[in-house]
């Protein structure tokens, strides 16, 4: 199978890291030679390319079997509307190529808010904030892109954690606990919350995209079980050999910081992800991959400080 890997980030890595664990090439895209080549093993072609352009997603895909498109774009509502149009590229040329097997890494938005303690599938979608819309109308256009000869996939993920991760709610918390400093994390940070760790991704998309009956559809990959924002941050902690120091952002200092830091501002939009959880039922996945590994949370938190440089117990 030759398989082209959209985007460099964290899960691109991920993925990327589970097909170099069994020596597979592949082709990793993207519109900047330095992360690429940080993900690539020898082998692997690296090819430089706007995806955002018909062009440019042709270039990306000409000549593969498959392709995972987990490109990400700033977090910015701007900015997340570009995600269905380019979509609509990708999918277009995807058919034009013959390619097999499309994946997209998606996540909890388009769910909107819970009907029930746990979100599988089959469960209304129904964003309330833009981003999410966006994000429902990439999933949509992706799904109904399935045609004989080319499966679709969409594989939503709640929050993640791991080494490298630059954008997550444990961010501050894990660069915090290797350095011994008080970490920060956005309030409420007691209600009950999932994480995946990012390196457990790769191996699930490499085992979907190599699954040998039909695999098209949506499938939810949950955390390794339910936690809250700061008993994974205490395990961090722990992972450091220090105690926790810990501080909470409640939603009004939010709010007031928001008005001069443009991360938190746009953060407000899912801050409802914290006080009403999305907990995802993995049923399907975990039928259809019985093998499947989730890595505990204490294994993973010991790995995160590790990678952040402090020395685990």
Known sequence: MKLAVIGAGVIGRSVAAAFHAVGEPL???GRRKAPLAAAAAPGDEIVIADVSTPAGCRSALEGCDAAVYALGLPY????F????????AFVSAARELGVKRLLLIS????????RSATVAEDHPREPIMQKGQYRKEQEDILLAAAAPGMETISLRLPDFYGPGVENSLLTLAAKAAATGATGTLLGPAGTPHEFVFTPDVGPVVKALLEHQGPVAGAYNL???????????????YQ???????????????QSLAGLFMPVLRELKDVRYLSE????????KLRSLLPGLRKT????GARLTVAAAGAKPT
């Open 296 to 299: 505990p949370y204490e294994e």
């Open 27 to 29: 082709r990793l895209v």
């Open 222 to 236: 949950a955390g390794a079980g339910i936690i809250t924002q700061r008993g994974l941050a205490e395990l961090l």
């Open 76 to 79: 910015t509502t701007e900015a």
């Open 276 to 283: 009403t959880p999305v907990l995802l039922d993995d049923t």
């Open 81 to 88: 509307a570009a995600y269905p149009p380019m979509m609509l």
């Open 107 to 114: 996540n909890v938005y388009p769910y909107g808010l819970p």
């Open 239 to 253: 992972a450091a050999g220090r105690p926790p120091k810990l501080r909470v952002m409640p939603p009004w200092q």
